[in-house]
């Protein structure tokens, strides 16, 4: 099974301030066949399902503001929100989809300090 | 649009079995796999396995293999994933989901309770 590493497992940040999440996996994710780093991030906020923020590792889905941002290949990924806003307290998770069984990063949790 | 509803809260004791309903509207069901996701009281997510579309192959987490079923009613545009066995380890919000790569459409959870 592929392993999702992410770090830290919580961080505090200022209104404003810039918050930076990391993800490793174990092996790559990155596929050379069609260039494409089979890899998402995820916000999850208490009582609703997972949001895709983030797909291939940093394409931005519709509607998710510009502040965040997805970045990395192979086996390092981040995940950046530039300015946090309130809005954006939740538990981020990195999820890997390049092979079977699909796994998920044990999340971070992002507050406002 | 697309969307994703999911059965109603479920409790159940040790050793039953629980089925939870997915129904899909806003696009094409039969041609799009549906992915079943839990996430326990205080942990994070955990992937069960997916149903891929058309051929309807499935593919299970190892953990839950000879425990999970995952099927489908194309004529209702209906997932289902049954889960039998339980424990109180099983005790879960479940999510069903479509995989896009991503899962880019999620339905709403089904809160499944395992208690005595």
């Known amino acids: 099974d592929i392993v999702m590493i992410q770090s830290p497992d919580s961080l505090a940040v200022s209104l404003g301030e810039r918050a930076t999440i990391n993800c490793k996996s174990s092996?790559?994710?990155?596929?050379?066949?069609?260039?494409?780093?089979?890899f998402a991030w995820y916000q999850h906020k208490p009582g609703q399902p997972p949001k895709s923020l983030i797909s291939?590792?940093?394409a931005r889905e519709s509607g998710v503001p510009d502040r965040f941002t997805g970045s990395g290949s192979g086996t390092d990924f981040t995940l950046t929100i530039t300015s946090l806003q309130p809005e954006d307290v939740a538990v981020y998770y990195c999820?890997?989809?390049?092979?079977?069984?699909?796994?998920f990063g044990q999340g971070t949790k992002v507050e406002i300090k | 649009q697309v969307q994703l509803v999911q059965s109603g809260a479920e409790v159940k004791k040790p050793g039953a079995s629980v089925k939870v309903s997915c129904k899909a509207s806003?696009?094409?069901?039969?041609?799009?796999?549906i992915t079943w996701v839990r996430q326990a009281p205080g942990q994070g997510l955990e992937w069960l396995g997916y149903?891929?579309?058309?051929?309807?192959?499935?593919t299970y987490a190892q953990k839950f293999q000879g425990r999970v079923s995952m099927t489908r009613d194309t004529s209702t545009s209906t997932a289902y994933m049954e889960l039998t066995s339980l424990t109180s380890d099983d005790t879960a919000v479940y999510y069903c989901?479509?995989?896009?790569?991503?899962?880019?459409?999620w339905g709403q959870g089904t809160t499944v309770i395992v208690s005595s």
């Open positions: 989901a479509r995989p896009r790569g991503r899962m880019d459409v």
């Open positions: 806003g696009y094409n069901f039969i041609s799009h796999a």
């Open positions: 149903m891929s579309a058309y051929i309807t192959k499935t």
């Open positions: 092996q790559s994710v990155f596929s050379s066949s069609d260039n494409k780093n089979y």
């Open positions: 291939w590792a940093s």
């Open positions: 999820q890997q989809h390049f092979d079977t069984p699909w796994t």
